[in-house]
């Protein structure tokens, strides 16, 4: 992709599986899956350029948004990729919790990290921008922040953790996620709460943890990604920053339940969601080339 979002990709086939999940930039180039089979796949190798505008967005804003509302709580849970955690979790709020699309709250973001260092260019949490606002850089990891109502706070916290731990793999004790990729810190598994371990929602999730895994209170944040694990932060010292307009309502890099996920979910739903500001440009780059549209790859 050139800088103005057209192609410019080179095609590099019968690169190995193992090879071609990587979400980490090189030298300033990126390699995203485009397609992989069983054995093999197909790698576009990607030239960024630093000329990024910081502030793009489809729609404009007719209705803010204004999170925190006194009658809801917000909590985040972070397992693996966040793409395939934000479908999951709009499916527990819509199917579930009973809520129309007007009325959702799941947003991408990141957690469990420092908050950007003082004079950073902007106090916003970025996805891979390699300065001082990088996810990874500040010990973040890739999470979904969903609202939960004050009056029904507990049953829906045990909603969603029965989701999360159900969304593992593995035998009782030795638990791991389902994209064998997504490893490493920014895709370690966690649950922030108002409070961590002291939190009355906390034992929603020792109750909802039926299959053995260990559930570590965070002290200091950006925790290494161990097997079988679980860390637990407390969402006042670790809040969540919300992530890119690009990254919300997004198409999974592997073929997870419900790929490829219909056009209304990575289009008219992305769209409605700026229009009433639930999602709003953060201050970080919103023309990353991985991502033309949060729809490129459910169509191939």
């Not at 690169?15 to 397609?35: E, F, N, P, W, Y």
């Not at 469990?112 to 010990?139: F, M, N, W």
């Not at 009782?172 to 108002?194: C, N, Q, T």
Request: aromatic residues 10%; contains cysteine.
């Amino acid at each position: 992709l050139t800088s103005e979002g057209g192609p410019s990709g080179i095609a590099v086939p019968g690169i190995a599986d193992s090879q071609c999940h990587s979400k980490l930039d090189v030298m300033d180039r990126r390699a995203v899956t485009a397609g992989c089979g069983t054995a093999a796949c197909l790698v576009i190798v990607l030239l960024v350029t630093s000329n990024r505008n910081d502030h793009s967005t489809a729609v404009g804003c007719i209705q803010p948004h204004r999170p925190g509302n006194i009658s809801s709580i917000p909590i985040y849970l972070g397992n693996g990729c966040f793409w395939e955690r934000q479908w999951a979790y709009y499916n527990v709020e819509t199917k579930l919790f009973g809520r129309s699309d007007a009325a959702l709250t799941s947003i991408v973001g990141y957690g469990g990290g420092q908050k950007p260092i003082p004079g950073a260019t902007t106090q916003s949490v970025c996805y891979h921008t390699q300065d001082e606002r990088d996810y990874e850089a500040l010990g973040h990891a890739e999470v979904v922040q969903v609202e939960l109502d004050a009056d029904r706070a507990m049953a829906q916290m045990s909603t969603l953790a029965h989701d999360f731990f159900d969304s593992f793999h593995g035998p009782f004790g030795a638990r791991f996620r389902p994209d064998p990729m997504d490893v490493g810190s920014p895709y370690r598994s966690l649950i922030g709460l108002p409070g961590g371990a002291s939190s009355p929602l906390y034992a929603a999730i020792r109750t909802a943890n039926v299959h053995g895994m260990v559930l570590k209170p965070s002290s200091k944040g950006g925790d290494a990604d161990e097997l079988n694990t679980v860390w637990l932060m407390d969402t006042e010292e670790f809040p969540f920053w919300t992530g890119e307009v690009y990254q919300q309502y997004h198409c999974n890099f592997f073929a997870s339940e419900g790929m490829p996920y219909p056009r209304w979910y990575w289009e008219k739903l992305w769209k409605q969601q700026q229009t009433s500001c639930r999602i709003v440009p953060t201050g970080c780059p919103e023309d990353h080339p991985l991502t033309p549209h949060p729809g490129w790859m459910c169509q191939w």
